[in-house]
């Protein structure tokens, strides 16, 4: 009985006829809707949110940025940045920075110039009244650079924090799309890899780091207050540990995520191309249909994927851009600062002024080297499934 329900069943599939130009018209899917799908498929969500806080900070400067840019990627008039109207926009949030920190540079110099006038009418009689008045007006010019530090500081760790909130928001799409285009071993190995990276640098360098830096500071001012008691060693100690582990983090990092990333792309890419020829081989009839459908699929993720890494980037740059703008702004006051009362002030003042401006570019170069390394994520992530789709 089995025989023979076997040979009819046989008998029907060949009797059966088969239209192949109607069976791959009606197959037949055009790419732009599978783009389509999946841009519409994606949480787009927490992005938008991250890219909406970056419109309010730079909206009098920058042309106002949406997710709904990624889109129009695809489109013929497509989604131009403009080198120009950006650099322009920077350039004028740089002066307004220096204006907004005019203020502090004011009262540097006037109290600068208390200083040397108090010297002026320094007498052997008055000598410890004049030496008293000169500590005080020390003091509360050291009080006012260490805020304006402080408020540095402070941008540092907030935009540090902005770029991880970014990468959270990121990250699970890069991932998804890369799923999507079969990069499992990919996935697998970046997921881990890249939130440890995002969560532990971020943590390191605003728990450690920047303690390690106002510390560096407060030893150098310390060491301007007596001729006796120097601390220029543990200050320069402390700035040598800053630059060495910033050092050897970047070189840490850049290593596993490229180490990583080979690895995985070569896997991949070896199963992308096993499963495309056992699916046009072994499926009958729909089989190079399928096979085409495949690669539409993995070719619209790639498009996407690199899409989205591009607007990543380039959000990311100017969040950090902006950021570090305020920090150099800083720099530039306090270099100012330095070299208008050089010539009326004290020798003690001027260096502790140098001092400062150097430490805050210590900051400078944390925030910068986070962004950096952000970068170097997404650029690894992209060029994975870049490389995966050409083994296949």
Same mark, same amino acid.
């Given at each position: 009985?089995?025989?023979?329900?076997?040979?009819?069943?046989?008998?029907?599939?060949?009797?059966?006829?088969?239209?192949?130009?109607?069976?791959?018209?009606?197959?037949?899917?055009?790419?732009?809707?599978? !783009?389509?799908?999946?841009?519409?498929?994606?949480?787009?969500?927490?992005?938008?949110?991250?890219?909406? &806080?970056?419109?309010?900070?730079?909206?009098?400067?920058?042309?106002?940025?949406?997710?709904?840019?990624?889109?129009?990627?695809?489109? &013929?008039?497509?989604?131009?940045?403009?080198?120009?109207?950006?650099?322009?926009?920077?350039?004028?949030?740089?002066?307004?920075?220096?204006?907004?920190?005019?203020?502090?540079?004011?009262?540097?110099?006037?109290?600068?110039?208390?200083?040397?006038?108090?010297?002026?009418?320094?007498?052997?009689?008055?000598?410890?009244?004049?030496?008293?008045?000169?500590?005080?007006?020390?003091?509360?010019?050291?009080?006012?650079?260490?805020?304006?530090? &402080?408020?540095?500081?402070?941008?540092?760790?907030?935009?540090?924090?902005?770029?991880?909130?970014?990468?959270?928001?990121?990250?699970?799409?890069?991932?998804?799309?890369?799923?999507?285009?079969?990069?499992?071993?990919?996935?697998?190995?970046?997921?881990?890899?890249?939130?440890?990276?995002?969560?532990?640098?971020?943590?390191?360098?605003?728990?450690?780091?920047?303690?390690? !830096?106002?510390?560096?500071?407060?030893?150098?001012?310390?060491?301007?207050?007596?001729?006796?008691?120097?601390?220029?060693?543990?200050?320069?100690?402390?700035?040598?540990?800053?630059?060495?582990?910033?050092?050897?983090?970047?070189?840490?990092?850049?290593?596993?995520?490229?180490?990583?990333?080979?690895?995985?792309?070569?896997?991949?890419?070896?199963?992308?191309?096993?499963?495309?020829?056992?699916?046009?081989?072994?499926?009958?009839?729909?089989?190079?249909?399928?096979?085409?459908?495949?690669?539409?699929?993995?070719?619209?993720?790639?498009?996407?994927?690199?899409?989205?890494?591009?607007?990543?980037?380039?959000?990311?740059?100017?969040?950090?851009?902006?950021?570090?703008?305020?920090?150099?702004?800083?720099?530039?006051?306090?270099?100012?600062?330095?070299?208008?009362?050089?010539?009326?002030?004290?020798?003690? !003042?001027?260096?502790?002024?140098?001092?400062?401006?150097?430490?805050?570019?210590?900051?400078?170069?944390?925030?910068?080297?986070?962004?950096?390394?952000?970068?170097?994520?997404?650029?690894?992530?992209?060029?994975?499934?870049?490389?995966?789709?050409?083994?296949?």
């Amino acid at each position: 009985m089995k025989k023979l329900l076997i040979l009819i069943f046989i008998l029907t599939l060949i009797s059966t006829p088969i239209d192949a130009n109607n069976s791959d018209s009606d197959l037949s899917i055009q790419p732009g809707e599978i !783009i389509e799908k999946q841009l519409q498929k994606l949480n787009l969500s927490e992005l938008d949110k991250e890219v909406q &806080k970056l419109n309010k900070e730079v909206e009098e400067y920058l042309p106002q940025i949406s997710v709904k840019d990624i889109i129009k990627l695809f489109s &013929k008039d497509g989604f131009r940045i403009k080198i120009i109207e950006i650099s322009k926009g920077i350039l004028k949030y740089f002066l307004d920075e220096i204006w907004a920190n005019s203020k502090l540079l004011g009262q540097l110099i006037v109290l600068a110039m208390m200083v040397a006038v108090l010297k002026t009418f320094q007498s052997n009689d008055s000598a410890q009244v004049n030496n008293l008045a000169n500590g005080i007006v020390y003091l509360v010019l050291v009080i006012i650079a260490l805020n304006s530090f &402080k408020v540095a500081i402070g941008i540092g760790k907030d935009t540090i924090r902005d770029m991880v909130d970014i990468m959270q928001a990121i990250l699970p799409i890069l991932l998804s799309l890369l799923v999507s285009m079969g990069n499992v071993t990919s996935a697998a190995l970046f997921h881990p890899i890249s939130f440890l990276i995002v969560n532990s640098l971020s943590t390191f360098i605003i728990n450690i780091l920047f303690p390690l !830096i106002f510390l560096a500071t407060i030893l150098d001012i310390v060491n301007n207050l007596s001729n006796n008691f120097k601390v220029t060693g543990m200050a320069g100690l402390f700035k040598k540990g800053v630059a060495s582990i910033l050092g050897l983090i970047t070189t840490i990092f850049l290593g596993t995520i490229v180490a990583q990333g080979t690895i995985a792309t070569v896997s991949d890419g070896v199963t992308i191309r096993t499963a495309k020829y056992l699916t046009g081989s072994f499926i009958p009839v729909v089989g190079g249909f399928l096979s085409s459908t495949l690669d539409m699929v993995i070719g619209g993720s790639l498009l996407i994927k690199n899409a989205l890494g591009v607007f990543s980037v380039f959000i990311i740059i100017v969040f950090c851009s902006f950021s570090v703008i305020k920090i150099l702004a800083l720099v530039f006051i306090y270099r100012l600062s330095a070299a208008l009362i050089q010539p009326i002030s004290d020798d003690k !003042i001027v260096d502790c002024l140098n001092r400062l401006a150097n430490n805050l570019l210590y900051i400078f170069a944390s925030v910068a080297i986070v962004g950096v390394m952000f970068f170097v994520v997404i650029i690894i992530m992209v060029g994975a499934a870049n490389f995966t789709v050409m083994m296949r």
